[in-house]
C-alpha cells in the first residue's frame, strides 16, 4: 500500500489532514465551524506553535516531508522552530488532498484562493478558516444519503456551506475549490476502496 492509499484508509476515521480519531465530539466542533480552534489550536497554544516532531505525529507526515514543502515555497517558511497556526492549517490542507491530487496542482488550488504563499494581503479565506470550511463540507457530505456525488451536486453543497458575506467572483472561486476539495476527498476515499477489494481477488 503507498502513501496516498495509506492516507485514503483512514480518511473516514480521522480529522482530515490529521491522525487525530474522529470522535463525535470532533464530528460535532466541525460541524459548528470550530475544527481548527477546537483541535488543532490547543495543541498550538501550549507552546505558542508546534515543533517539527509534533506535527509529524498529529499529522502522520514525515518531517522531511514538511520541511520539504516549506523549502519548495509550498508552505510559509518558519521563523523560530516552531509551527504557526497559518503554517500548520496550509499543511492540513495539502494532506487533505495529497492521495487524490499531485502536490503541484494542490499549491495552485491554493493560490487560486489565497495567493502567495508569504502574503496574507491577497488572502480570500484564512487558511486556517479554509481547513474549517473544508472540515464542515466533508461532514456534510459524509451525512448526504441518497445525493449522487458529481459535479453538480458537490457544487451546490460547496455553494451551501459558504458564508453570505461572499459574493460575486469572490464566492465562485472558493465554490469551484471547495468542490474540488470536496471531490479529491471523496475519489480518495474511492480509491481506497477499489483496492480494498482488489486485494481480496488478487490474495
Same mark, same amino acid.
Given at each position: 500500500?503507498?502513501? +496516498?492509499?495509506?492516507? =485514503?484508509?483512514?480518511?473516514?476515521? $480521522?480529522? *482530515? !489532514?490529521?491522525?487525530? *480519531?474522529?470522535?463525535?465530539?470532533?464530528?460535532?466542533?466541525?460541524?459548528?465551524?470550530?475544527?481548527?480552534?477546537?483541535? /488543532?489550536? *490547543?495543541?498550538?497554544?501550549?507552546?505558542?506553535?508546534?515543533?517539527?516532531?509534533?506535527?509529524?505525529?498529529?499529522? !502522520?507526515?514525515?518531517?522531511?516531508?514538511?520541511?520539504?514543502?516549506?523549502?519548495?515555497?509550498?508552505?510559509? +517558511?518558519?521563523?523560530?522552530?516552531?509551527?504557526? %497556526?497559518?503554517? &500548520?492549517?496550509?499543511?492540513?490542507?495539502?494532506? &487533505?488532498?495529497?492521495? =487524490?491530487? #499531485?502536490?503541484?496542482?494542490?499549491?495552485?488550488?491554493?493560490?487560486? /484562493?489565497? !495567493?502567495?504563499?508569504?502574503?496574507?494581503?491577497?488572502?480570500?479565506? $484564512?487558511?486556517?478558516?479554509?481547513?474549517?470550511?473544508?472540515?464542515?463540507?466533508?461532514? #456534510?457530505?459524509?451525512?448526504?444519503?441518497?445525493?449522487?456525488?458529481?459535479? %453538480?451536486?458537490?457544487?451546490?453543497?460547496?455553494?451551501?456551506?459558504? +458564508?453570505?458575506?461572499?459574493?460575486?467572483?469572490?464566492?465562485?472561486?472558493?465554490?469551484?475549490?471547495?468542490?474540488?476539495?470536496?471531490?479529491?476527498?471523496?475519489? =480518495?476515499?474511492? #480509491?481506497?476502496? =477499489?483496492?480494498?477489494?482488489?486485494?481480496? /481477488?488478487? !490474495?
Amino acid at each position: 500500500m503507498n502513501i +496516498s492509499e495509506r492516507q =485514503a484508509s483512514k480518511m473516514n476515521s $480521522h480529522v *482530515p !489532514g490529521t491522525v487525530l *480519531p474522529l470522535t463525535d465530539w470532533a464530528k460535532d466542533r466541525i460541524r459548528q465551524g470550530q475544527a481548527f480552534d477546537s483541535l /488543532i489550536a *490547543p495543541i498550538l497554544s501550549a507552546t505558542g506553535g508546534v515543533t517539527l516532531s509534533q506535527l509529524a505525529r498529529f499529522t !502522520g507526515l514525515e518531517g522531511s516531508t514538511i520541511q520539504n514543502w516549506i523549502k519548495r515555497g509550498w508552505v510559509a +517558511s518558519n521563523k523560530n522552530k516552531k509551527y504557526t %497556526e497559518k503554517q &500548520v492549517a496550509r499543511i492540513l490542507l495539502i494532506n &487533505v488532498l495529497r492521495a =487524490a491530487m #499531485k502536490l503541484e496542482d494542490i499549491v495552485k488550488l491554493m493560490q487560486y /484562493i489565497n !495567493g502567495e504563499v508569504e502574503d496574507e494581503s491577497d488572502d480570500i479565506l $484564512h487558511d486556517k478558516d479554509l481547513f474549517d470550511l473544508l472540515c464542515s463540507a466533508v461532514l #456534510k457530505l459524509d451525512d448526504s444519503e441518497g445525493i449522487r456525488i458529481d459535479g %453538480e451536486n458537490v457544487m451546490k453543497i460547496s455553494d451551501s456551506m459558504i +458564508s453570505e458575506e461572499f459574493t460575486g467572483l469572490v464566492r465562485d472561486k472558493l465554490q469551484k475549490a471547495l468542490a474540488i476539495m470536496l471531490l479529491a476527498y471523496r475519489s =480518495a476515499i474511492l #480509491k481506497n476502496e =477499489a483496492y480494498r477489494l482488489y486485494s481480496e /481477488i488478487n !490474495g
